[in-house]
């Protein structure tokens, strides 16, 4: 059974007339993101304002409209904020899509529009298209903090066999 509440006029708006979908010229930084399981194929680029917050955040690529409208709700809640408060929000997105945190209003007041895709932690098989955005964001930032590209992934899988 999936929810159907969630492809509604605001989520599809998302997908027709996105806002942060395109090449972004004067990047900061910038990362790529495969779901495989779907084939959504996500590039990210951020720029970093002076003061250290994102001043702007856009993507180009292709896929499902899950990962689409995801990557543009996210671009959009991500301006202003600090990669540190970024990637709580990237963990906090994982966190409802896989049904850990399912307080509505606290989820609203962080997450902004992007709370509406609460809905796909009924929907096992589009987890990892809505997370393709914010897994993308959170590997770009901690690698920048770390001064490694990429491999936060990579890191932790490492980690967790280190110490099974
Ligand atoms: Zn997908």
Redo the contacts with the bound molecule.
């Keep these: 059974m999936e929810a159907t509440s969630l492809y509604n006029a605001q989520f599809m708006d998302h997908v027709a007339h996105p806002d942060y979908k395109y090449d972004m010229g004067d990047c900061t930084c910038e990362h790529d993101g495969i ?1 495989p ?4 194929e996500l590039h990210l680029k951020v720029r970093m304002a002076d003061d250290g917050t994102i001043a702007e955040a856009a993507y180009t690529g292709h ?5 689409m409208a995801s990557a543009d709700m996210m671009s959009d809640l991500m301006v202003g904020k600090t990669p540190e408060e970024a990637i709580k929000l990237c963990q906090e997105f994982k966190d409802m899509i896989t049904g850990k945190q399912t307080d509505q209003d606290q989820l609203e007041q962080d997450l902004d529009e992007a709370a509406m895709l609460k809905d796909v932690s009924h929907m096992p098989a ?1 987890v ?2 809505a997370e ?1 955005a914010w897994r993308t964001l959170s590997e770009m930032l901690k690698g920048t903090a770390d001064g490694q590209a990429s491999t936060t992934e990579d890191a932790a899988d490492a980690q967790k066999a280190a110490n099974a």
């Design positions: 779901n399981s779907c084939g959504d896929g499902c409209a899950v990962s589009r990892k298209c393709l």
